[in-house]
């Protein structure tokens, strides 16, 4: 059996939602993690990390864009914890069985009915 490497191997923008739901799937299938990960449980893990992310934030009021104050390593945490974040968002959606990039891209055509353009101009002052 391979020994797949979970290096990046690309760069951000060429990893689709599908590759990394493959190599998640990967990841936990040989390491027997298959069994524990319930929609349930996999739906706490996710709600401990965004805590976690919350955290970073909890004590440092509002932040600029781009986080231009911030040292390389509150950088390094904050992607290590919205990587969390995301990880177990997409191994929650397949283990339910669910196309993420699909329920996203068709909740922002809703948003985007729901909310259009016009009447959002015609509120501001």
Not at 5 to 34: C, H, I, M, N
Request: charged share 30%; aromatic share 8%.
């Amino acid at each position: 059996m391979e020994n797949r490497s979970y290096e990046p191997e690309k760069t951000a923008k060429d990893v689709s939602l599908q590759e990394l739901r493959d190599r998640l799937a990967e990841f936990a299938r040989v390491r027997g993690w298959e069994q524990y990960h319930s929609p349930r449980n996999l739906l706490l893990a996710l709600v401990g990390e965004v805590g976690e992310l919350s955290e970073i934030f909890q004590w440092k009021g509002e932040v600029e864009r781009g986080l231009p104050n911030w040292s390389a390593a509150e950088r390094e945490h904050l992607e290590e914890e919205v990587s969390d974040v995301l990880l177990y968002l997409v191994r929650l959606a397949d283990v339910c069985g669910l196309d993420l990039g699909h329920a996203a891209v068709s909740k922002l055509v809703k948003n985007a009915n729901k909310y259009p353009v016009a009447a959002l101009t015609r509120a501001l002052p």
